[in-house]
T-cell receptor, first 113, second 113 residues
């Protein structure tokens, strides 16, 4: 099976812009979670989607949003980018609510200038 | 109460040594404790995980020791190899929170030849 894929792998934006990141889970996996990884804050949970519904949300401002499509692919959007949004954004998939193992993608490296 | 504290921040051992990484948590509702390994440019990959009903779990050269009363758990890497050089993260989650993983700060392990 192919692993979790994320596109694009690298992205450079300027303050105030918005960005959309994409994640394709492992085939058959219906749950997708997003994490932000920074040197200062480490790995932090953003949100989880299952069956196109947001099931859980971390402590991030409303500028961070996401959605999931009927084929389980997910996108996350960050509006009005700030310098502090520069990070590695990781997507993880699992089979569903009963599956404990999360499989991470390689991430999208976002740089905000 | 949601935090997971990890130590040390960095660790250097010689090939064949047994690095030990420690984690402590506060929230007694956590019921799943995985360890992830991350190489530069890659997403975290699950190494081994444990639930609080067992005190030790071994998979290959990796062992988790779990002390429920002390709310601590640790990762031991037997016969460490230079290829084990990576960043290691402990994490915790609870069944009611779905996939939401709370990560430790990470330990950068270097195994010298």
């Amino acid at each position: 099976k192919a692993g979790v894929t994320q596109t694009p792998r690298y992205l450079i934006k300027t303050r105030g812009q918005q960005v959309t990141l994409s994640c394709s889970p492992i085939s058959g996996h219906r749950s997708v979670s997003w994490y932000q990884q920074t040197p200062g804050q480490g790995l932090q949970f953003l949100f989880e989607y299952f069956s196109e519904t947001q099931r859980n949300k971390g402590n991030f401002p409303g500028r961070f949003s996401g959605r999931q499509f009927s084929n389980s692919r997910s996108e996350m959007n960050v509006s009005t980018l700030e310098l502090g949004d520069s990070a590695l954004y990781l997507c993880a998939s699992r089979s569903g609510p009963g599956g404990t193992t999360q499989y991470f993608g390689p991430g999208t490296r976002l740089t905000v200038l | 109460q949601q935090q997971v504290k990890q130590s040390p921040q960095s660790l250097i051992v010689q090939k064949g040594g047994i690095p030990i990484i420690n984690c402590a948590y506060e929230n007694t509702a956590f019921d799943y404790f995985p360890w992830y390994q991350q190489f530069p440019g890659k997403g975290p990959a699950l190494l081994i995980a444990i639930r609080p009903d067992v005190s030790e779990k071994k998979e290959g050269r990796f062992t988790i020791s779990f002390n429920k009363s002390a709310k601590q758990f640790s990762l031991h890497i037997m016969d460490s190899q230079p290829g084990d050089s990576a960043t290691y993260f402990c994490a915790a989650s609870m069944g009611t929170s779905g996939s939401r993983l709370t990560f430790g700060e990470g330990t950068q392990l270097t195994v010298n030849p």
